[in-house]
């Protein structure tokens, strides 16, 4: 059975930087592409990061570009996510999802969440 | 970046009627990487459909997704009492990998 358990959330303030983990089991974590997608309190889904199996291709969603930075250790079955100049509008749940290609091709649609870990950022 | 929208926003059904769902992206979504989610309240979502039309593992035929390019469509044939959730599209093939903002389908 696939398992995603993120860590690393909490509260933070504005302007602060907080890292995020995930660490997969019950897959070959290699084979895979992972993604950050995000939910803040009662709002919508919205895809944050992606990256390859191959840490190759990686992406952002554009409110995130250039303050976030994803990651992957193949070795440690872990994701992460570093979160640097946090806004308020980056409250929200973090999920650690895996890609749904086993080829490790980066766009994948979304077949694993984890249950999210999540991160208040605030004064 | 291709922008998803979902109508209607709301849909209110008895249990046993159809569903339809729609999204519509503002360009063209590459090789039909169009995926359908289900989110229920305390629950990560569920992948439902990918490739706008292919059932993922262990989803129950009354789920089928149709469409191409700019116009999918997510379908239940006969909503069962589980089906009442909130349904998300996502497009997968042009980064950043946006989703729709979401359909809810409630008890009428």
């Known amino acids: 059975e696939v398992q995603l358990v993120e860590s690393g959330g909490g509260l933070v303030q504005p302007g602060r930087s907080l890292r995020l983990s995930c660490t997969a089991s019950?897959?070959?974590?290699?084979?895979?592409?992972m993604h950050w997608v995000r939910q803040a309190p009662g709002k919508g889904l919205e895809w944050v990061s992606g990256?390859?199996?191959?840490?190759?291709?990686?992406g952002y969603a554009d409110s995130v570009k250039g303050r976030f930075t994803i990651s992957r250790d193949n070795a440690k079955n872990s994701l992460y996510l570093q979160m640097n100049s946090l806004r308020a509008e980056d409250t929200a749940l973090y999920y650690c999802v895996k890609g749904g290609d086993p080829t490790g091709n980066y766009k994948a649609p979304c077949d694993y969440w984890g249950q999210g870990t999540l991160v208040t950022v605030s004064s | 970046e291709i922008v998803l929208t979902q109508s209607p926003g709301t849909l209110s059904l008895s249990p046993g009627e159809r569903a339809t769902l729609s999204c519509r992206a503002s360009?063209?979504?590459?090789?039909?990487?169009l995926a359908w989610y289900q989110q229920k309240p305390g629950q990560a979502p569920r992948l439902l459909i990918y490739?706008?039309?292919n059932r993922a593992t262990g989803i129950p035929d009354r789920f089928s997704g149709s469409g191409s390019g700019t116009d999918f469509t997510l379908t239940i044939s006969r909503l069962e009492p589980e089906d009442f959730a909130l349904y998300y599209c996502?497009?997968?093939?042009?980064?950043?990998?946006?989703f729709g903002p979401g359909t809810k389908v409630d008890i009428k």
């Open positions: 019950g897959v070959t974590f290699d084979d895979y592409a």
């Open positions: 996502q497009q997968y093939g042009r980064s950043p990998f946006t």
């Open positions: 490739g706008a039309s």
């Open positions: 990256i390859s199996w191959n840490s190759g291709t990686i």
């Open positions: 360009q063209s979504v590459n090789s039909n990487y």
